[in-house]
């Protein structure tokens, strides 16, 4: 079993005991694996509004709708959005992704 720990260097843990007590998660007797082979984020990079579209839609059928929790409004949305990713999402740059 492989573990990913989310330290902003995506590093995975082989074979390993996850300890988490208060609050803090201690790893022991760990081998790190390289870490390209975990991506460091779940979110779509920065300006790929096709994968940004495609997340969404993942989103959704997991029972998350950005879109109805911004009330209908694309505008509140990628306000929203925004703040999750990291980067400025685009309202018309969405609109148009997701209308290809």
């Known amino acids: 079993m492989s573990i990913y720990i989310n330290n902003n260097h995506g590093t995975v843990y082989n074979e390993c005991t996850v300890t988490i007590q208060n609050g803090q998660v201690t790893v022991q007797e760990a081998e790190e694996v390289e870490s390209t082979t975990v991506s460091p984020s779940p979110y779509p990079q920065e300006n790929d509004y096709t994968g940004l579209v495609a997340w969404l839609e993942a ?15 694309r505008s509140k949305m990628c306000r929203e959005l925004s703040d999750i990713l990291g980067w400025t999402v685009d309202q018309n740059s969405l609109r148009k992704a997701q209308q290809r």
């Open 59 to 73: 989103q959704k059928t997991k029972g998350i709708d950005y879109y109805a929790a911004a009330d209908m409004n």
